[in-house]
């Protein structure tokens, strides 16, 4: 849970301040910290690959501060809204085909994205002050466990930190939605029911 009152808002604009000039904050996220950068800043992309290089194939999470605006990113059918509605905020990421308003670095090879409404209130609240889409990728190396502590080799490279304490290790779940079919792809704090 994040802190309440002024400094709670002074981070979160700060933060938010700094992923709208291309840089690259070190954030608690869904049970873990995350490497989070702007998806509407080119240079902020490309300082976040070079932070953390992946396969071509694996793309980065989108944050939306409005579980509303699903429909503005993807081609969400109704199963789709009806999860939105009823985890986000929330730990649950959805796998959903794009639609053409969004970034287009952002979709993976399919044409698809994952997307999530943070259930985090502090990092929601940077996402809402960074405005569009914010990208999130884990900030542990390959082959590491989950960053609990803002704490490592990624988390002297980045530009920002805001330290939570320790996180409790439980990423968000992700599903892939593909009409009425739910596909779980990872597992993690959220559980739904009918899913392959």
Aim: include cysteine; proline fraction near 9%; charge should be neutral.
């Amino acid at each position: 849970m994040a802190p309440e009152g002024a400094p709670w808002q002074d981070a979160a604009e700060r933060a938010a301040s700094l992923l709208r000039a291309g840089l690259v904050a070190l954030l608690p996220a869904e049970g873990v910290y995350g490497l989070h950068a702007s998806a509407s800043n080119p240079l902020a992309v490309e300082r976040l690959d070079r932070l953390k290089p992946r396969a071509a194939e694996k793309r980065y999470i989108g944050l939306i501060a409005d579980p509303a605006s699903i429909s503005r990113w993807t081609e969400a059918g109704p199963r789709a809204l009806a999860l939105a509605r009823e985890h986000w905020p929330g730990a649950l990421t959805m796998v959903l085909r794009a639609s053409i308003s969004i970034p287009p670095w952002l979709p993976a090879p399919d044409g698809t994205v994952a997307l999530r409404c943070p259930g985090n209130p502090f990092l929601r609240e940077v996402v809402a002050r960074t405005g569009g889409i914010v990208l999130s990728t884990s900030a542990n190396q390959s082959g590491e466990g989950p960053m609990v502590r803002p704490q490592g080799a990624l988390a002297e490279r980045v530009d920002l930190i805001v330290d939570q304490g320790t996180l409790t290790g439980v990423p968000s779940t992700i599903i892939a939605v593909d009409g009425d079919v739910v596909r779980v792809i990872r597992e993690g704090a959220v559980r739904v029911t009918g899913t392959t």
